[in-house]
């Protein structure tokens, strides 16, 4: 099984401040990583797939990048929306063995 | 628009059964392959299971191979998950979701049932 570890587990930021998050695959998955936020009571959203494309209508302040084993999901500009847990998912695996990262909770400072 | 709606969620012994059901609508349910995904109180994501677009190809965590089986009925436009021998450790909220062609990446989710396995 491929073993996703997101860093920080909690990441406090202000308003208007740049985030970075952290994934790191304990082998490769290539670009075979996507990116999702998900807000208390709510089902996750998905931000980003190919390690880098955004989903369709998610702002431009979120950008994903990376490959390999390395992966690293930026918000330019830290919006009140934006306070939330963040997961990585590889999707490389066949047969699938999908695997989530811990997340990452992204909180006002 | 495409919804994936779960039901079938609750409180069941340890030991006992449960079946899941996700209705979908707004998008072309046999030409996807689709999902479950689980997560317990406070935790993280966890992948439970995936069954292609026609039913004859399914997948399983390890943590439910043998007790949990997926299947579909595209005419109704339902995924299921039957749970059986369920355990505490299953307590969480199940998710269905669907997957893009060609890419095991979730790029719609349902709003989730949840299950509680508890005497």
């Known amino acids: 099984e491929i073993v996703m570890t997101q860093s920080p587990a909690t990441l406090s930021v202000s308003p208007g401040e740049r985030a970075t998050l952290s994934c790191r695959a304990s082998q490769s998955v290539s670009s075979n990583l996507a990116w999702y936020q998900q807000k208390p009571g709510q089902a996750p959203r998905l931000l980003i797939y190919?390690?880098?494309t955004r989903a369709t209508g998610i702002p431009a302040r979120f950008s994903g990048s990376g490959s390999g084993t390395e992966f690293t999901l930026t918000i330019s500009s830290l919006q009140s929306e934006d306070f939330a847990v963040y997961y990585c998912?590889?999707?490389?695996?066949?047969?699938?063995?999908?695997?989530f990262g811990g997340g990452t909770k992204v909180e006002i400072k | 628009e495409v919804q994936l709606v779960e039901s079938g969620g609750g409180l069941v012994q340890p030991g006992g059964s449960l079946r899941l059901s996700c209705a979908a609508s707004?998008?072309?349910?046999?030409?996807?392959?689709m999902h479950w995904v689980r997560q317990a109180p406070g935790k993280g994501l966890v992948w439970v299971s995936r069954?292609?677009?026609?039913?004859?190809?399914?997948s399983y965590a390890d943590s439910v191979k043998g007790r949990f089986t997926i299947s579909r009925d595209n005419a109704k436009n339902t995924l299921y998950l039957q749970m059986n021998s369920l355990r505490a450790e299953d307590t969480a909220v199940y998710y269905c979701?669907?997957?893009?062609?060609?890419?095991?990446?979730?790029?719609?989710w349902g709003q989730g049932t949840l299950v509680t396995v508890s005497s």
């Open positions: 190919g390690a880098s």
């Open positions: 998912q590889q999707y490389n695996n066949w047969p699938p063995r999908l695997t």
């Open positions: 707004g998008f072309t349910f046999s030409s996807y392959w």
């Open positions: 979701a669907r997957s893009p062609p060609g890419a095991e990446y979730f790029q719609h």
């Open positions: 069954i292609n677009s026609d039913g004859s190809s399914t």
